[in-house]
Every structure is written in structure tokens, then in C-alpha cells.
């Protein structure tokens, strides 16, 4: 059994020209099948055609990263329809990432900040919505946010065991209350971090039997590359540091437990060797 990277980008490989060794250094370095996570409607057609050509490796979510929100967000929001209605070999497994970010709002500019996260807020319930009325997951992105995104997920009705905080940053109390609820947290290479002791408090809140991991490439690689341009590779860095340092267990069994995970969360067949 190998790795699962559950959100990676890779829009900017595809771009460079180096999306095939990427791939390639992938399943070398034991992953198995990875999630690149649509963004806006400028990545969703790339990577509906990724996933087809290779299918049961790459899968693909289609949503709108909330940085990429503006006053157009309704008509891009309204071309999702057309994804989830694809072939079943071109299907999104996911909603995502949707959510709030106040970290990257304008600082010199109170008016313009509140007026775009107006808009956020209006895209991701409607991506809320979307997602209920489909009982598909949703990937969240929640930056400076993480009580406004579980009040508003708690307003949608979306069912909380379909929803993962990808990225997970914040510490034990807000792990305890997506575990009372039944959603998840996923660990970046963060986790790796000497300043993250936090992260890897919320990550044993959370629990072996709940975890998932993720590069978030080309953004957070885990030591030793830190500072360095992520990749899926380096998944086997975090669940490496994961398995000795966090868990106390052999690194097989946790690969074993976050791919079992992973293929439960996002409802993905196990390949056939």
C-alpha cells in the first residue's frame, strides 16, 4: 500500500513543463494516487484531463479558493455543474477548496477588505450548498477564519463527516470541535516544524485512526526541504516524521491508516495490482 497525497496543486508543474517527472519522482517515493485541488476555472479542464489520463493516480477536486473570489464568483461557481456531470472517469471526488481567508485581504483598505469577504462569504455557501445537495466532500480552506468557516458549515447543513480543514494549523481546541462534529483535519508538512508543537498536539487530538496528510505542493514542504519547492515526493518526509515522531508507530502502519483514510473520505477505489 502507498501514499495518498489528499491536496496537492499541480497547475504549476503542468505550467513548467515538469509535471511528468514529478509524477514520476511520485510513485517512486511510494505514493500511490494524489488529489490536485482545483482553485478557480482556469485549473478545473486541466485537471479533468489529468485525471484522465491517469486515472486511478490522479483525482481532482473543482472549487474557488476564496483568494480567487471577486465580484464574477457566481459565474464561475455556476460552471461546476458541468464537471460533476462528466464521464465517471472525469468526475471531480470533491467540492474544494472553498472557504474564508482574512489573511490576505487588503490591510490599507477596511472597505475594499469587508466588501471581498462579503463575496467570500457568498461563495462558499453556495460552494456549501453545492456540495450538501450532491453528498459529495468538501476540502476547506480556512485562514484567520476558523470560527466563521464552522459557523457557516454548521448553518449549511452539510454533513460534517464529509468535510476536511485542509492545512490544518490551529491547536487542540479547535481539533476537538471538528472531532464533536465529525469532520477532519489534514496535516502538511508543517507538521515537521520545530515551532509547530501545536499542530502536532491537534494531530493526536485527532488521532491515527482520523489522519490524513498532504504536500499542499508546490507550497510547505516538509523537512528536509523546507524552504524548497514542494512536490508529492515529499510525502514520505511527513509521514515518515508522522509515523516515529507523532504516533509512535511503524512507518507501514501509517501509511496503512491514512491511505484507508483518504480512500474512505474521498470515496476513491483502491487500485488493482
Known amino acids: 500500500m502507498g ?5 496537492t496543486h499541480l497547475e504549476s508543474f503542468a505550467h513548467k513543463g515538469v509535471l511528468p517527472a514529478v509524477l514520476e519522482r511520485a510513485r517512486a517515493a511510494g505514493v500511490e494516487a494524489m488529489i490536485t485541488i482545483g482553485t478557480s476555472g482556469e485549473d478545473w479542464v486541466l485537471y479533468r484531463g489529468l485525471a484522465r489520463e491517469h486515472a486511478g493516480f490522479v483525482h481532482y477536486t473543482v472549487g474557488l479558493h476564496p483568494c480567487a473570489v471577486d465580484e464574477n464568483w457566481e459565474r464561475e461557481l455556476a460552471r461546476m455543474d458541468e464537471f460533476f456531470a462528466s464521464l465517471e472517469d472525469g468526475q471531480p471526488v470533491a467540492v474544494g477548496e472553498i472557504g474564508l481567508d482574512r489573511f490576505h485581504l487588503p490591510k490599507d483598505s477596511p472597505t ?3 466588501k471581498i469577504f462579503a463575496w467570500q462569504r457568498a461563495a462558499f455557501a453556495r460552494g456549501l450548498q453545492f456540495a ?8 476547506i480552506h480556512s485562514r484567520g477564519a476558523f470560527a466563521e468557516c464552522v459557523e457557516m458549515i454548521d448553518a449549511s447543513g452539510m454533513d460534517w463527516t464529509k468535510v476536511v480543514f485542509h492545512c490544518f494549523t490551529e491547536g487542540e481546541a479547535e481539533m476537538a470541535a471538528l472531532v464533536r462534529r465529525g469532520g477532519y ?6 507538521l515537521t516544524y520545530k515551532s509547530a508543537e501545536n499542530v502536532r498536539q491537534a494531530a493526536k487530538i485527532q488521532g491515527l485512526d482520523r489522519l490524513m ?5 508546490p507550497y ?4 528536509p526541504h523546507r524552504g524548497q519547492p514542494n512536490e508529492p515526493a515529499f510525502m ?3 509521514a ?3 509515523a516515529k515522531e507523532v504516533f509512535g508507530v511503524g512507518y507501514d502502519e501509517l501509511v496503512a491508516r491514512t491511505t484507508t483514510n483518504a480512500r474512505r473520505f474521498f470515496g476513491l477505489t483502491a487500485p488493482v495490482h
Not at 132 to 139: A, F, H, N, S, T
Not at 213 to 217: M, S
Not at 220 to 223: D, N
Request: net charge negative.
Open 3 to 7: 501514499l495518498i497525497d489528499t491536496h
Open 112 to 114: 475594499e477588505a469587508e
Open 132 to 139: 450538501r445537495e450532491r453528498g459529495c466532500p468538501v476540502v
Open 185 to 190: 483535519g489534514s496535516f502538511t508538512g508543517i
Open 213 to 217: 496528510i498532504e504536500t499542499d505542493a
Open 220 to 223: 510547505l514542504s516538509p523537512l
Open 236 to 238: 514520505r518526509h511527513t
Open 240 to 242: 515518515e516524521f508522522a
